[in-house]
Antibody
Framework: EVQLVESGGGLVQPGGSLRLSCSAS????????MHWVRQAPGKGLEYVSA????????YYADSVKDRFTISRDNSKNTLYLQMSSLRPEDTAVYYC???????????????WGQGTMVTVSS | DIVMTQSPDSLAVSLGERATINCKSS????????????LAWYQQKPGQPPKLLIY???TRESGVPDRFSGSGSGTDFTLTISSLQAEDVAVYYC?????????FGQGTKLEIK
């Protein structure tokens, strides 16, 4: 069974940093592009960042560019999101997402983790 | 950025009736050389992560009931639920994956009338 389990969320002060992790199982992690998507409380879905299968290409929403860094360790089947200079508007549930096919980043978002909550507040 | 606009924002339909949700993109998401629309539909129930329903605008994901169908091309798309069931109450999102900014529509809340 394909599983994605996020961790690392919590309460952080504005300007602070946090690293999210997503542990993947049930599929060949190194073959698939991965994404982070967030959802602020009571709001819609917002794409955050993407990374291709070998980690050589990364993509970011304008709202997080230069503050967040996506990475992956294919030997550990783990996806990361390093978040810095956090703002109150970054408060959201952060979902780790696997694409549908082992064919690049231009694909539908197939499997979603349960999410981890990040709260940015003083 | 490609802006995705859904209509309506909310919808109330009687059990067994048809529900239709529209999605319009600010530019075409059709990759004409392979004739594929880079458009997906997701369902999100309260307290759960989104679930992929439809990809390539009209291909139903495995396990999704056949009462769900997607149609459209270019900039205009539709998600149709042919006969609404109680378990279909959810928020529905369209999303383009033509651009690596992967924008979502604002969501349509579907309720039972």
């Amino acid at each position: 069974e394909v599983q994605l389990v996020e961790s690392g969320g919590g309460l952080v002060q504005p300007g602070g940093s946090l690293r999210l992790s997503c542990s993947a199982s049930g599929f060949t992690f190194s073959n698939y592009a991965m994404h982070w998507v967030r959802q602020a409380p009571g709001k819609g879905l917002e794409y955050v960042s993407a990374i291709n299968s070998d980690g050589g290409n990364t993509y970011y929403a304008d709202s997080v560019k230069d503050r967040f860094t996506i990475s992956r360790d294919n030997s550990k089947n783990t996806l990361y999101l390093q978040m810095s200079s956090l703002r109150p508007e970054d408060t959201a549930v952060y979902y780790c997402v696997k694409v549908r096919a082992a064919a690049g980043v231009y694909d539908a978002f197939h499997i979603w983790g349960q999410g981890t909550m990040v709260t940015v507040s003083s | 950025d490609i802006v995705m606009t859904q209509s309506p924002d909310s919808l109330a339909v009687s059990l067994g009736e048809r529900a239709t949700i529209n999605c319009k993109s600010s530019q075409s998401v059709l990759y004409s050389s392979i004739n594929k629309n880079y458009l997906a539909w997701y369902q999100q129930k309260p307290g759960q992560p989104p679930k992929l329903l439809i990809y390539w605008a009209s291909t139903r994901e495995s396990g999704v009931p056949d009462r769900f169908s997607g149609s459209g091309s270019g900039t205009d798309f539709t998600l149709t639920i042919s006969s609404l069931q109680a378990e279909d109450v959810a928020v529905y999102y369209c999303q383009q994956y033509y651009s690596t900014l992967y924008t979502f529509g604002q969501g349509t809340k579907l309720e039972i009338k």
